[in-house]
């Protein structure tokens, strides 16, 4: 048996599978932050922003040269001007003409100034609550500016400012506002809403420890998997695969499986299978009771026995008479060939699990389960013992030393990846021979889904089919070591 692994993180490979996955978790997420993005936007204030334009020149009359260098004046002193605009000499008679009930600190938030690289041009920008008010404030505030730089200018002996200023864009009403900006909220909503939903799906499947497939057993073990049982809504009602139709998934799945555990049971002398799982719910007994059904339908003679003395259910599934059975057989009370009731058409036959003992483990530990065992392996093919889980009680663990090798049955998404690593590290303490694993409830659509397609020969050559087809006989008398060349089906994990 292959020693468990060490659980790892996400690879590479598996992002996408996780993508699909969770794409109804992305797109809510999305959605939902695009109706948040869009609520916030509604709810904001909106700020109209209106601007002016001033012109700054140097007032003389000289020469080309003395322009000149009025005009390299102009632009020296405009970053001065502009530092001016946020002060309160400026501000505070914007605040009495206009009646506002704001500091000059406060405006001074409100407005900027800026000018651009080797030109003498202001533009001042002023926003506010409606249109009007932002237009009214960056005219104020520019006809401010005008006369401050006018009266710092001046020179004191008298005379005119040698620096004049003149609006040259008055401050029109915005149309629109500036914030919020509802277009870009939404994309920028739309975005978040989609991070968010990939971290979401991506924290969740890195945290989340439970088995669903093949992909997540490899986190943790090497064990071969002998096949897959696709979930059927009505296998609970029709848990038998006598009951399913003839090329139905499940009853290709359990043909694969017989197959597979023929290629890992071939070098075994003992004929023994012990069939177990790690906790209760992960489908072992049906899947103990059909795989022994499609061994028998192989033309082998198979018994099955109810090995589970705490929970058993064998009976009810078949119908058959459970009072007694294996645990008559094991106190002495009666032979086991006459505890043996015939099930079906085939060879198959039923030992179900008696009355329910104090002591299950002792029973099933003793000499009499081992001589049990023996004599079964010599009337019989096969010998399918349904167990116990092997978490919650020994009693599995008892019996994996006196058969030939054990399956493991993993219920998807009802085991997390813990619980497997202990089943596992049980089954190694006393050096069970674990033939393989089946996964149960595997998902037939979406992502990790596992679909069938089988190989059906014929007299000639072997064609892909897609339905039920005439296929080749063989003799009811074939034993274990024959391979079933009627049907070989073909797993593929998506």
Not at 92 to 116: C, W
Not at 195 to 222: H, Q, Y
Request: with cysteine; hydrophobic share 40%.
């Amino acid at each position: 048996m292959c020693a468990p692994r060490r659980v790892s993180v996400l690879e590479l490979g598996d992002y996408w599978r996780v993508l699909r996955r969770a794409w109804r978790t992305i797109v809510v997420a999305a959605i939902l932050g695009v109706l948040i993005s869009g609520a916030v936007s509604m709810a904001i204030k909106p700020t109209y922003e209106a601007r002016t334009q001033l012109f700054v020149a140097i007032q003389s009359s000289g020469s080309v040269q003395d322009l000149q260098s009025g005009n390299s004046f102009s632009q020296a002193r405009v970053q001065s001007y502009i530092e001016t605009v946020d002060t309160p000499a400026v501000l505070q008679p914007v605040i009495d003409n206009l009646g506002l009930d704001v500091s000059p600190f406060e405006l001074a938030e409100t407005v900027e100034a800026r000018a651009d690289l080797n030109t003498v041009l202001i533009t001042i920008t002023a926003e506010g609550g409606s249109p009007a008010d932002a237009a009214d404030v960056a005219q104020a505030t520019a006809d401010s500016l005008v006369r401050t730089v006018d009266d710092l200018e001046r020179p004191l002996d008298g005379g005119e400012s040698p620096v004049r200023l003149s609006v040259i864009t008055p401050a029109i009403a915005p149309a629109t506002p500036v914030a919020p900006d509802v277009p870009f909220n939404l994309v920028l909503g739309l975005v978040a809403g989609l991070t968010l939903g990939v971290a979401i799906a991506l924290l969740r499947e890195t945290l989340d420890t439970r088995v669903r497939s093949e992909r997540d057993l490899r986190r943790v073990s090497d064990t071969p998997m002998l096949g897959g049982i696709v979930f059927d809504a009505d296998a609970q009602r029709k848990p038998l695969l006598t009951q399913a139709p003839h090329q139905s998934p499940r009853a290709e799945s359990f043909r694969q499986i017989r197959t597979n555990l023929q290629f890992a049971h071939v070098s075994h002398k003992s004929k023994a299978i012990l069939v177990t799982s790690s906790l209760p719910g992960e489908g072992k007994t049906t899947t103990a009771t059909n795989l022994a059904i499609a061994i028998a339908q192989g033309g082998q003679s198979v018994v099955l026995v109810d090995a589970d003395l705490r929970r058993p259910r064998m009976d009810g599934y078949l119908g058959l008479e459970r009072n007694a059975g294996l645990t008559t057989a094991l106190i002495g009370r009666a032979d086991v060939e006459d505890l043996l009731q015939p099930w079906g058409d085939d060879e198959l036959y039923i030992l179900t699990a008696g009355q329910i003992p104090p002591n299950p483990s002792e029973l099933l530990g003793s000499d009499a389960m081992k001589h049990l065992i023996t004599g079964l392996e010599q009337k019989f093919d096969a010998v399918i013992i349904d167990a116990p889980p092997l978490l919650p009680v020994t009693d599995a663990a008892v019996l994996a030393q006196q058969v030939g090798g054990v399956v493991l049955v993993i219920g998807s998404s009802k085991i997390r990846l813990p619980n497997l690593q202990q089943s596992l590290a049980n089954l190694k303490m006393v050096n069970a021979d674990l033939l393989g694993v089946i996964i149960n409830f595997l998902p037939s659509k979406g992502p990790g889904a596992y679909t069938y397609g089988y190989y059906s020969y014929q007299s000639e050559a072997p064609s892909v089919v897609g339905g039920p087809r005439p296929v080749a006989r063989r003799s009811t008398r074939d034993r274990p070591s024959d391979i079933d060349e009627r049907v070989v089906p073909r797993a593929v994990a998506e």
